[in-house]
């Protein structure tokens, strides 16, 4: 136990018990890394175990939760020419007095002390396994949940392609294609990130700057410009590098031009049939997809997507795909065609479908993907025996993987990409029920500084689509997260959004969410096929995200990285409000749109609306 209440001349070191019965010096040892800018670091047998990130006047980079309390009471000044590193802290709000204690098992706690309460942890780290110092390897980005979920940065691979299918990561990735020097290379953003280990600080005080020299010194592999410490640098490996969806910084990784140019599309007017050479991706041939279809025999029809059918197919290497035949009146013309594959082949996610190539003849539009044996997500939700098969677990766990993959979409890739067609039938599930999102044919790029968009003519699926894109065409990250929650009320209560038929009183999902939220915390929505499964305060977690992500207005839903961090149990949820604006289903063609206020109930009809619905502008 150290106690920090009161400057010290002497080095912070914690040494921790062997076990809490045995005083004796255990594994783990606390103690400040003597650099600019300093950072507080835990090892285990003088192996790093855990590190806070460097200082930047404030609080430690690499603590998400480190919040204006923390901030206002604990001060760090540093001597370095003498070796020394100043500690202050002060009681926060509401603590009469504060200590540090490092446990047996390696756990650092920031414990209070108060008249009522005693002793208790007001913080504490490692939360989780990417909080361990390389849980992912070099050149690895660790997700920020449980259980551990590692990626290769773009323009990496695993350094053991075996090794990562069996789930252990600490081998790290490999550069994909090296690096040229000098201005033929260039930098990748990765934004909400934590600033990795092995930094060199550069007294250079402009971003730009700090990109130049990068730039210039052929052996600078990436650097970030970060508020209160200036310009950092990293030369050789980058390790210790987890997404922090709330703190996190920009981090500016070096890759080959080569790398980046898949960063940007090609925008080219489509005015021929015959194969585009931009599209970069493996071209198959008419004849080889009418082969491995059987000429697309029924026998091999998997379902039908909001374009066309889609069919299982055997390439002549034996690798089962799945292959999606665009139809001539889908609607989806060669602009959307184009538009889903330059999409799809630059994004490389475990929780979106990939991409394998694609055919172009005449006008044959082709699409070929990995095959997901357990197909989309509706064929087990919505049906009386396969959703059996759906435990609670699993449940939980598509929830995340589609939420994973959302936030990959909006924040994450290269891309800023908004789906537009969230919906049950576009999650597809592989062997493990495992969630990858599919069908980006409606889907819409963003720049980097947009945030809004509109259009005239609406596309998506009643039911899943905001009040702000139905009603005046305005798209943004936030119709996604519409779209996620009512998906997230399907998942729980196994009741289908575009059909919903319960009492006269909840004509709708939402309406019947909001009663069940209201009476029993969402509790009593849960599907009775997941009851001896479910833990009642995960279902309840996952109804109220699920209403926060459907409120009327799009300023008041969360985003994606707010939705992770709340599934995962790091932020406290707020409350929900009821939700006005409901979906109902009176006949099949027209739908309704149906808006509810406590003064008046209006109604706006909208014609020709089909599951997947296109509509022009009003």
């Known amino acids: 136990m150290f106690n920090a209440s009161n400057p010290t001349a002497e080095p912070f070191r914690l040494n921790a018990w062997k076990s809490a019965a045995d005083p004796s010096p255990g594994e783990f040892t606390a103690s400040f890394l ?97 909080e361990n110092y390389g849980s992912c390897g070099e050149f690895g980005v660790c997700e920020r949940n449980d259980p551990l979920v590692c ?66 010194n052929c052996s600078c592999t990436a650097y970030s410009f970060v508020n209160g410490i200036g310009c950092l640098m990293w030369k050789g490996k980058v390790v210790d590098l987890q997404v922090l969806p709330f703190a996190g910084q920009d981090f500016y990784l070096r890759l080959a031009s080569t790398e980046l140019g898949e960063c940007h599309l090609l925008v080219k007017p489509i005015n021929r049939t015959e194969p585009d050479e931009s599209l970069e991706l493996p071209m198959f041939d008419l004849e080889s997809i009418e082969i491995a279809t059987d000429s697309f025999n029924t026998d091999n029809l998997l379902g039908r997507g909001g374009f066309g059918p889609v069919y ?87 929830i995340h993987g589609v939420a994973r993959g959302l936030l990959y979409l909006h924040r994450d890739s290269c891309l800023r990409i908004i789906h537009r067609d969230l919906k049950v039938s576009n999650i597809l599930l592989d062997e493990k029920m495992n969630p990858k999102i599919s069908d980006f044919g409606l889907a819409r790029i963003f720049e980097g500084t947009q945030d809004l968009a509109s259009t005239h003519k609406v596309v998506g699926t009643l039911g899943y689509m905001s009040p702000e894109y139905l009603l005046a065409g305005m798209f943004s990250e936030k119709s996604d997260v519409f779209s996620f929650g009512v998906l ?45 499964s479910s833990k009642p305060s995960e279902v309840s977690r996952c109804v109220n995200v699920g209403l926060l992500c459907v409120q009327d207005h799009a300023s008041d839903r969360p985003t994606m990285a707010s939705v992770l961090s709340m599934l995962s149990g790091e932020t406290s949820l707020p409350r929900p409000t009821k939700p006005t604006y409901t979906f109902q289903n009176k006949t099949a063609n027209p739908a309704i749109f149906n808006a509810q206020s406590s003064s008046s109930a209006e109604k706006w009809s909208i014609n020709d609306l089909t599951e997947s619905i296109i509509v022009e502008g009003r």
């Open 34 to 130: 003597l650099q600019t800018p300093p950072q507080a670091t835990i090892w285990r047998n003088q192996t790093t175990y855990w590190r806070s990130g460097p200082w930047d006047k404030a609080r430690f980079t690499n603590i998400p939760d480190m919040d204006t309390d923390y901030q206002s009471s604990l001060t760090l000044l540093d001597d370095l020419d003498q070796g020394l590193v100043y500690l202050s802290l002060s009681p926060p709000r509401n603590c009469t007095y504060t200590t540090f204690v490092l446990s047996s098992s390696g756990s650092l706690e920031l414990r209070c002390w108060d008249g009522t309460r005693g002793w208790y942890a007001r913080w504490r780290t490692p939360k989780s396994q990417c």
């Open 151 to 216: 990626n290769c940065l773009k323009g990496f691979v695993p350094k053991s392609e075996e090794e990562w299918r069996q789930g252990n990561w600490s081998g790290g990735c490999i550069r994909r294609t090296e690096l040229l020097c000098g201005k033929r290379d260039g930098f990748l953003k990765l934004s909400g990130v934590n600033v990795p280990d092995s930094s060199e600080f550069m007294r250079v005080w402009d971003d730009g700057e700090c990109s130049r020299q990068c730039l210039n």
């Open 488 to 532: 997230v009320l399907e998942i729980v209560s196994g009741r289908k959004t575009t059909s919903f038929h319960y009492e006269e009183h909840h004509p709708s999902l939402l309406s019947y969410a909001w009663r069940s939220w209201d009476e029993s915390r969402g509790v009593d929505m849960a599907d009775e096929t997941v009851a001896e």
């Open 312 to 398: 299982k197919g055997k390439l002549p290497d034996g690798k089962v795909v799945a292959i999606k035949r665009l139809s001539s009146s889908s609607g989806q013309g060669a602009n959307e065609f184009k538009n889903e594959i330059m999409l799809i082949s630059k994004l490389q996610h475990r929780n979106l479908v990939r991409l394998l190539g694609c055919c172009i003849d005449k006008l044959e539009k082709i699409l070929v993907y990995e095959y997901m044996p357990k197909k989309s997500l509706d064929n087990y939700l919505f049906d009386s025996t396969k959703k059996a098969e759906l435990d609670w677990p699993t449940r939980f766990n598509i």
